[in-house]
């Protein structure tokens, strides 16, 4: 079981970020690398359709996703410190349950108004039996999730970072074949397809090996301490306790509302802006991501573990720490990589993606700055939604996604890509002052759980 004591804790998200740097440093180079091969052989409008559609599948994944990996990290951390085996399982069957329960719904519906998808992205009608077998991704997306929650419950982020390069070994291996080959767009698409397939289903098998050891170590402390433990209610779909419905509802309305920096962006600009606009801006979000991903993929992911240990057990102090320190040294790290993207950014993407796309220069350096923004407050979301506060979340996040909405359509007009960066930050300046109310009453002093 995780333990959390001692003086420094605000060190441990960057120690299990460290866990995570290697896959996602490889993560990071190969996707730079097959991101070059995709916009030298497609162009800029065939890269745009290849981003409009994995984009409309990953902005149905937050429209129909639990985000589980929430919930299994919040209340799976009470039935670890119970060492109830029984009531841990139940938990993780109901969050499979409904997650491939949501997926399917999503890769139906999809299918069904494929034609009408295709219209309003300005996308080939050509491709509408590939955009169908690409959304049957979506219910292994969601179930992987579960996995997910499962290593970051137990401290597991070293297996989350072999995990994370498999989807881009295969990337970079598949689109570096069809680049030397003269690949089609199809045939990306199927290779993006099977990389995010076989990802997640790693995932899965990591995950469900992981916690057959656990549960093994729970039932046999449990047994040793002659534990006695409350029979779990039958039923696929039945809460395995009160309130989990309530929870796993505000996640999923959170998720949906935090797709605006990443997946609503291009979709949106797609329709507004055609797919030659759209693969512009994918390319400005790959290499903001050198800035982004490091506190979004892993400092984030890492400070959920230890901010729902914290919430378990108390210490308002420790978690005034957590939430400032971080903030602090992420934010300063940001800002001295957003100096040397604005350096040498212009270069590098002519260099790498041609010159075709340089276009996405201006609008690369609105982003970057924006995880700036990010990064000095990116503690106080898991500080609210591992303390169960998900209204304040979802209030926060709907707020600033409205706003993101009607700027990034407005300003676009006006501005073109540019507007769409100007929304992202309008957009992670509004969510930083709204979530920052409730958080005070939870850093304060005398703060209480």
Same mark, same amino acid.
């Given at each position: 079981?995780?333990?959390? /004591?001692?003086?420094?804790?605000?060190?441990?998200?960057?120690?299990?970020?460290?866990?995570?740097?290697?896959?996602?440093?490889?993560?990071?180079?190969?996707?730079?690398?097959?991101?070059?091969?995709?916009?030298?052989?497609?162009?800029?409008?065939?890269?745009?359709?290849?981003?409009?559609?994995?984009? /409309?599948?990953?902005?149905?994944?937050?429209?129909?996703?639990?985000?589980?990996?929430?919930?299994?990290?919040?209340?799976?951390?009470?039935?670890?410190?119970?060492?109830?085996?029984?009531?841990?399982?139940?938990?993780?069957?109901?969050?499979?349950?409904?997650?491939?329960?949501?997926?399917?719904?999503?890769?139906?519906?999809?299918?069904?108004?494929?034609?009408?998808?295709?219209?309003?992205?300005?996308?080939?009608?050509?491709?509408?039996?590939?955009?169908?077998?690409?959304?049957?991704?979506?219910?292994?997306?969601?179930?992987?999730?579960?996995?997910?929650?499962?290593?970051?419950?137990?401290?597991?982020?070293?297996?989350?970072?072999?995990?994370?390069?498999?989807?881009?070994?295969?990337?970079?291996?598949?689109?570096?074949?069809?680049?030397?080959?003269?690949?089609?767009?199809?045939?990306?698409?199927?290779?993006?397809?099977?990389?995010?397939?076989?990802?997640?289903?790693?995932?899965?098998?990591?995950?469900?090996?992981?916690?057959?050891?656990?549960?093994?170590? =729970?039932?046999?402390?449990?047994?040793?301490?002659?534990?006695?433990?409350?029979?779990?209610?039958?039923?696929?779909?039945?809460?395995?306790?009160?309130?989990?419905?309530?929870?796993?509802?505000?996640?999923?309305?959170?998720?949906?509302?935090?797709?605006?920096?990443?997946?609503?962006?291009?979709?949106?600009?797609?329709?507004?802006?055609?797919?030659?606009?759209?693969?512009?801006?994918?390319?400005?979000?790959?290499?903001?991501?050198?800035?982004?991903?490091?506190?979004?993929?892993?400092?984030?992911?890492?400070?959920?573990?230890?901010?729902?240990?914290?919430?378990?057990?108390?210490?308002?102090?420790?978690?005034?720490?957590?939430?400032?320190?971080?903030?602090?040294?992420?934010?300063?790290?940001?800002?001295?990589?957003?100096?040397?993207?604005?350096?040498?950014?212009?270069?590098?993407?002519?260099? =790498?993606?041609?010159?075709?796309?340089?276009?996405?220069?201006?609008?690369?350096?609105?982003?970057?700055? /924006?995880?700036?923004?990010?990064?000095?407050?990116?503690?106080?979301?898991?500080?609210?939604?591992?303390?169960?506060?998900?209204?304040?979340?979802?209030?926060?996040?709907?707020?600033?996604?409205?706003?993101?909405?009607?700027?990034?359509?407005?300003?676009?007009?006006?501005?073109?890509?540019?507007?769409?960066?100007?929304?992202?930050?309008?957009?992670?300046?509004?969510?930083?002052?709204?979530?920052?109310?409730?958080?005070?009453?939870?850093?304060?002093?005398?703060?209480?759980?």
């Amino acid at each position: 079981m995780l333990e959390i /004591s001692g003086q420094k804790v605000w060190h441990r998200p960057f120690k299990n970020a460290g866990k995570l740097l290697v896959g996602r440093g490889v993560q990071g180079v190969l996707s730079i690398a097959y991101l070059a091969f995709a916009t030298r052989t497609l162009g800029a409008i065939d890269f745009g359709v290849l981003t409009l559609i994995h984009s /409309s599948i990953l902005l149905l994944r937050h429209v129909f996703g639990f985000q589980s990996w929430q919930m299994v990290l919040r209340f799976g951390a009470k039935a670890l410190e119970a060492k109830d085996a029984a009531h841990m399982l139940k938990l993780i069957f109901f969050a499979a349950s409904i997650e491939f329960a949501a997926g399917f719904i999503g890769f139906v519906g999809l299918c069904i108004f494929s034609a009408e998808v295709l219209d309003v992205l300005n996308i080939y009608k050509w491709l509408k039996p590939m955009l169908c077998i690409y959304a049957s991704m979506l219910v292994v997306l969601l179930v992987s999730d579960v996995g997910l929650g499962i290593l970051r419950l137990t401290n597991r982020h070293d297996f989350i970072s072999w995990q994370v390069v498999i989807e881009p070994i295969i990337r970079f291996f598949g689109a570096g074949a069809l680049f030397l080959f003269g690949g089609t767009l199809t045939q990306f698409l199927w290779v993006w397809f099977i990389a995010g397939i076989a990802s997640r289903i790693g995932l899965i098998l990591i995950a469900g090996a992981n916690l057959k050891t656990h549960i093994k170590t =729970i039932r046999k402390d449990a047994k040793l301490e002659n534990l006695a433990i409350p029979p779990i209610q039958k039923g696929k779909f039945r809460s395995p306790q009160e309130g989990l419905w309530k929870y796993v509802i505000g996640t999923n309305v959170d998720y949906a509302l935090s797709l605006g920096i990443t997946q609503l962006g291009p979709v949106l600009i797609g329709g507004a802006l055609g797919p030659a606009a759209a693969g512009l801006y994918r390319v400005a979000q790959q290499f903001a991501n050198i800035i982004g991903h490091p506190i979004g993929k892993m400092l984030l992911p890492a400070i959920y573990t230890d901010m729902t240990w914290l919430n378990a057990k108390g210490g308002a102090a420790d978690r005034r720490n957590m939430v400032f320190k971080t903030g602090l040294v992420a934010g300063a790290g940001a800002c001295v990589a957003v100096a040397i993207l604005a350096l040498f950014g212009k270069p590098l993407i002519g260099l =790498i993606a041609g010159h075709e796309f340089e276009g996405a220069y201006g609008v690369m350096l609105v982003l970057a700055f /924006s995880t700036v923004v990010g990064a000095l407050s990116f503690a106080l979301e898991p500080l609210l939604m591992t303390a169960g506060k998900v209204k304040q979340v979802i209030g926060a996040r709907l707020i600033a996604t409205v706003a993101y909405i009607i700027m990034l359509l407005w300003w676009a007009e006006v501005w073109g890509l540019m507007g769409a960066g100007y929304a992202v930050l309008a957009r992670a300046l509004i969510f930083i002052v709204f979530a920052w109310i409730p958080s005070r009453k939870l850093l304060a002093k005398e703060a209480t759980l």
